[in-house]
């Protein structure tokens, strides 16, 4: 009985698979492959040159200065809770830390307020001047805070607002503003106009649309763009410095931790000063852990709808 090799059929319009072909298709997974490895690389040292510091300057506050200064890379020889205490109270962080709670509350509570509704009647609205207006927004993402620092000393002082919470979360709500503005433009424009219409036949009004029907839509982006006004509200440092120069017990928190670093001189309480960082830095990182997805979720919605 003879046995015959079968070779495989091909049909009309389709081509034999050539070794050229399966070397092409090989080449493509290697780079393929040695980009992701290059991808995790740069990842694993961006990581590291971020949590180093942190994971340093936590441990750093448990410590007293002769071990920050003796063995820096080693645990500390004991929990010592009391270098906590000291700054909060000592050097006043605990008032400071409730003077920016204020402000940064205030001020993105305004930012999201003013800018998703600006946002929305410029995206979801056609009227003279609708493009005017959003670029004029949007030049504010290119002018640096710093040039404007003289004249906006000038302006708050002028308005009777100087060395006052109310200016600063003012000055705080007119920087967040354009990138608040530019981020929800784009995500509005993503949502459904059949909902609106079906609002409007349903006899809502423009503003009860917005804050019933639309605001909801877009809970993602608003709490994506919110999580990055808190940060950057919070870290903020240059407009409290020169808004709230001369009123310290309405300094916030940066204004607080600096001045215990630059008076401190030779008598410095470094474990006091690490402890104050990490009072500074660790609600910022629970903020973005505990809303981690809704962020990723917000970012990436307009570009899957």
Same mark, same amino acid.
């Given at each position: 009985m003879s046995t015959q090799t079968e070779r495989p059929v091909t049909r009309p319009g389709e081509h034999k698979p050539t070794a050229a072909a399966g070397k092409g298709r090989d080449r493509k997974r290697s780079e393929v492959r040695l980009l992701s490895s290059l991808g995790h690389v740069a990842l694993v040292v961006w990581a590291v040159i971020v949590v180093v510091p942190i994971l340093w300057t936590f441990l750093a506050s448990f410590k007293n200065t002769s071990e920050i200064f003796s063995s820096p890379w080693t645990l500390p020889a004991e929990l010592r809770w009391e270098n906590w205490?000291?700054?909060?109270?000592?050097?006043?962080?605990?008032?400071?830390?409730?003077?920016?709670? +204020?402000?940064? %509350? $205030?001020?993105?509570?305004?930012?999201?307020?003013?800018? %998703?509704?600006?946002?929305?009647?410029?995206?979801?609205?056609?009227? !003279?001047?609708?493009?005017? +207006?959003?670029?004029?927004?949007?030049?504010?993402?290119?002018?640096?805070?710093?040039?404007? &620092?003289?004249?906006?000393?000038?302006?708050?002082?002028?308005?009777?607002?100087?060395?006052?919470? #109310?200016?600063?979360?003012? !000055?705080? +709500?007119?920087? %967040?503003?354009?990138?608040?503005?530019?981020?929800?433009?784009?995500?509005?424009? #993503? &949502?459904?106009?059949?909902?609106?219409?079906?609002?409007? +036949?349903?006899? $809502?009004?423009?503003?009860?649309?917005?804050?019933? !029907?639309?605001?909801?839509?877009a809970k993602p982006g608003l709490i994506s763009v919110g999580i990055f006004n808190i940060i950057g509200q919070w870290s903020q440092y240059q407009l409290p410095l020169v808004l709230l120069s001369n009123a310290e017990d309405k300094w916030v928190l940066t204004q607080g931790i600096a001045d215990i670093s630059v008076n401190a001189g030779y008598e410095a309480d470094w474990s006091g000063l690490f402890a104050a960082l990490t009072m500074a830095i660790l609600p910022m990182i629970l903020v973005y852990a505990i809303f981690q997805r809704q962020i990723q979720s917000g970012l990436t919605a307009g570009a899957v709808k």
């Open positions: 205490g000291r700054a909060w109270t000592q050097a006043r962080v605990g008032k400071f830390f409730l003077n920016s709670v +204020i402000v940064v %509350s $205030c001020g993105v509570f305004g930012t999201m307020l003013l800018g %998703s509704m600006a946002a929305y009647v410029l995206a979801r609205y056609k009227f !003279v001047g609708n493009r005017l +207006i959003y670029y004029l927004f949007v030049s504010g993402l290119a002018f640096p805070v710093f040039l404007a &620092l003289v004249p906006l000393f000038f302006v708050v002082d002028n308005l009777g607002l100087l060395n006052t919470h #109310t200016g600063l979360v003012l !000055v705080y +709500i007119a920087y %967040s503003l354009p990138f608040t503005v530019f981020f929800l433009a784009a995500f509005f424009k #993503t &949502l459904p106009t059949s909902v609106a219409e079906a609002g409007m +036949i349903d006899g $809502c009004s423009h503003t009860r649309l917005f804050f019933q !029907v639309m605001m909801p839509m």
